[in-house]
């Protein structure tokens, strides 16, 4: 079984989307060492954003690769406004690790003529530019990003396809976001007809904060540009992908790789531990107040408390902390390696995640939540919206922690600061003990066991 991937986030890219297909890659090599599993993604010149360094952690999975293809771009502004050389890179991996690079003048020239021909697409720029409206600035920003995703997507096929055989692959995979990887694979499907196609949607993909203008493209993303793909993979059952009415479809969770589980222990302090991105959506409102009111009523001395933080949002979590006066038990950590992120979760006292849910659009766990289901920590899940008995509010009790829905407020609230003031104590007494934790539940998020199910989808293809 032959397999190519095609997906912009992967080993050593430091971003938790980089972890999905590493992992499983990792784990269909254990269970069929004969499958081959090559991949194309792409190298950025501009390497200062997080997600486009390397995860030291990630490391060490690049040899489950059997080839890794580079395509080499730049960040989309500077992509339309410098017009620099693009190449093409082949890594081997393994134990024969031969590096080839070539820039061609041919990739400088389609890009010339792609963004030269563009009369009515530089208008829209210049004028959203001349205008500071919050609303055209987003419209100034999704049009380039727009056109990233298009010029990306012809220079990738365009060096793909005269140096990767396709004809001699049994699967395509493309995995979503950005855009891309599913462009590409339909164009590579429309000219090898045989080649199963495999679209995966990591994420959340279209989420109601968004502008109806983007949800629009998104919807026609599986609409136009996944209609010929073979089956439809989905990061959760309530994504909505609106597939054509004889599309298949799977769900295929996020998860982690037990061997990344870190020792649990013991902090000297009562830590309350918050790692990963916080949205514009979060509310971490309710757990400040209740720990402040657990304080000001004795029940938690402030000399035990503290509070960490690591990722890229510690300016919102900054700012929590300023308006309930707890700068001085607070640890910002700034941006940590995954390593060092696990490090931090497994001496908690206590981990915190925030999420929404609403009517509208259902959200399950986040990927930072695959993490702590290994943790063995008391975890409290904080989510906002409109939507009762979310699905995290039904699990967490699998996973042996507490979830708060603000639309049960007054219900929840108490029962929160009881579960807060429980771990205290038991953190008090030496030891904090998670119970009833279902480690069948669990284990159906781990990489071996997801890697499982997806092999098996593989070889129920090559036996229809």
Request: hydrophobic share 35%.
């Amino acid at each position: 079984m032959k397999i190519l991937l095609l997906t912009e986030y992967i080993a050593p890219k430091k971003a938790v989307a980089s972890i999905r297909w590493t992992k499983i890659i990792k784990y269909l090599k254990q269970l069929d060492k004969d499958i081959q599993i090559d991949v194309i993604t792409t190298q950025r010149f501009q390497n200062r954003i997080p997600e486009y360094q390397i995860d030291e952690f990630l490391i060490r999975d690049l040899s489950h690769i059997d080839h890794y293809y580079q395509v080499q771009l730049i960040d989309y502004i500077v992509l339309l406004y410098q017009k620099v050389k693009v190449g093409f890179k082949k890594i081997t991996t393994g134990n024969n690790h031969r590096v080839f690079q070539k820039n061609s003048q041919e990739s400088f020239n389609l890009l010339n003529k792609m963004t030269n021909n563009t009369t009515e697409w530089n208008k829209t720029v210049n004028s959203c530019y001349k205008n500071d409206s919050i609303h055209l600035r987003k419209l100034k920003n999704w049009y380039l990003k727009v056109w990233s995703e298009l010029v990306s997507s012809q220079i990738i096929y365009h060096y793909c396809i005269k140096r990767v055989d396709f004809n001699k692959y049994d699967f395509l995979i493309t995995s979503y976001g950005p855009e891309w990887p599913h462009r590409v694979g339909s164009m590579i499907k429309m000219r090898h007809q045989s080649l199963l196609w495999i679209a995966d949607f990591r994420d959340q993909w279209a989420r109601e904060i968004d502008e109806d203008w983007l949800y629009c493209r998104n919807k026609c993303l599986t609409e136009k540009i996944c209609i010929h793909a073979d089956l439809l993979l989905k990061v959760n059952d309530h994504l909505i992908l609106h597939e054509s009415k004889n599309q298949s479809v799977m769900t295929l969770t996020n998860g982690f790789d037990p061997d990344e589980k870190q020792k649990p222990s013991r902090a000297d302090q009562f830590s309350i531990v918050y790692t990963g991105t916080i949205y514009y959506t979060d509310d971490l409102n309710p757990l400040f107040a209740a720990i402040k009111e657990l304080i000001q009523d004795g029940k938690i001395d402030l000399k035990d408390l503290v509070f960490s933080y690591c990722g890229n949002s510690s300016t919102v979590f900054d700012a929590y902390v300023r308006e309930y006066n707890f700068d001085d038990c607070y640890i910002n950590h700034g941006k940590l390696s995954r390593k060092e992120s696990l490090k931090l979760q497994s001496s908690s006292s206590l981990l915190i995640m925030a999420g929404w849910s609403t009517n509208k659009e259902v959200i399950e766990w986040s990927g930072k939540m695959y993490e702590y289901m290994m943790s063995e920590k008391p975890i409290l899940y904080l989510m906002t919206g409109d939507l009762e008995s979310s699905v995290p509010s039904q699990k967490m009790k699998d996973l042996g922690g507490f979830c708060f829905e603000t639309a049960k407020y007054e219900k929840e609230y108490t029962k929160m600061k009881e579960y807060i003031l429980d771990i205290y104590y038991q953190w008090k007494n030496g030891a904090i003990k998670v119970e009833n934790q279902d480690k069948m539940y669990i284990n159906t998020f781990s990489y071996p066991e997801i890697a499982r199910r997806f092999y098996q989808i593989l070889k129920n293809f090559n036996y229809s």
